[in-house]
């Protein structure tokens, strides 16, 4: 599947997406017609999926980030789905993941400040379909955000 | 703090898709010349909104088939620093991210493995020998979904 080139690349592509091909290339040390053709078969692969720009939603004045920790009522057939498509819903919530374990939903939620979440939460979140359970972890800092595989 | 309009707001939403498109192509779906674009796309990324890029990864298919999810509490609160603890979790190479939280759990981090075994291995030598590390709870990640956020047009 990868050999060794394949992951030189992976890793310096990942360190930093917005470098351009002659230094990306410089950097795993490849040829520059090498890379491109690397890279197109990585993405044919599927193995790359893309290039997103990232928000900084501070900088757009959404100061407060909460991370809230939704368990749902089983006994409820279509819990997941239904909470899931109503969360969709609601444009502050920039993350919704399920997970195996004493939390079963987890949504990433954004305010401007603490009463437009204070708000939010009564309107939009409290108002979700089957919630049992809500904890709530507020953001304090991103120590480490780069995501990056340890290829 | 910047203001930002609906073309904006629709031009963030390109990016955040497919960063690799070109202000031509920005400007062609939002009704902008390719210059017009180029000065919005340079706005936002000077005031920050657009933070850098990233290389998203088929995590499974390259082999890392479990995410999990931990709170960590610290267990000697005062007597042991901050910032010991965040440098050497953030060493890691298979913890992806850090954040410094409020409520249950002081830190919460997302952590790669191969497979389960490997993530034992991953939470017994690096997570608990942590300086600091006390109660740890795990949630492994079953789906994500990461949405757009409010600027879809009228928000």
């Known amino acids: 599947m990868l050999d060794d080139i394949d992951r030189r690349i992976l890793r310096q592509w990942q360190a930093d997406p917005t470098l351009g091909p002659a230094d990306l290339a410089e950097r795993a040390r490849v040829s520059v017609g090498q890379l491109a053709r690397r890279q197109a078969r990585l993405r044919a692969a599927g193995l790359v999926k893309g290039v997103q720009a990232v928000i900084d939603w501070a900088a757009l004045g959404y100061a407060v980030e909460v991370s809230l920790r939704v368990t749902l009522d089983k006994t409820q057939g279509d819990a997941f789905d239904a909470f899931i498509a109503a969360a969709r819903a609601v444009p502050e919530v920039i993350e919704i993941q399920t997970f195996l374990g004493r939390v079963d939903v987890r949504l990433s939620v954004i305010a401007r400040d603490m009463a437009h979440y204070q708000h939010l939460y009564r309107s939009r979140i409290l108002t979700l379909p089957h919630i049992a359970d809500i904890e709530a972890l507020m953001h304090v800092a991103r120590i480490k955000d780069d995501e990056a595989l340890p290829l | ?155």
């Open chain 2, 1 to 155: 703090m910047i203001e930002i309009d609906d073309t904006d707001r629709a031009s963030l939403r390109l990016l955040a898709q497919d960063a690799g498109q070109g202000a031509g192509a920005v400007g062609r779906a939002c009704g902008l010349s390719q210059p017009a674009a180029w000065r919005r796309i340079k706005r936002l990324r000077d005031a920050g909104v657009i933070k850098g890029q990233r290389l998203v990864l088929d995590a499974e298919r390259l082999g890392f088939g479990v995410t999990v999810f931990l709170g960590v509490k610290l267990a000697t609160k005062g007597r042991v620093s901050l910032e010991d603890f965040e440098r050497a979790v953030g060493a890691i190479p298979e913890v992806q991210t850090v954040e410094h939280v409020l409520g249950l759990y002081d830190y919460r981090l997302r952590v790669v493995a191969r497979d389960l075994s490997d993530f034992e291995r991953v939470l017994r030598r690096r997570i608990m020998t942590l300086p600091g590390a006390g109660e740890v709870e795990a949630n492994v990640l079953l789906s994500e979904e990461r949405r757009p956020g409010p600027i879809s047009s009228g928000d």
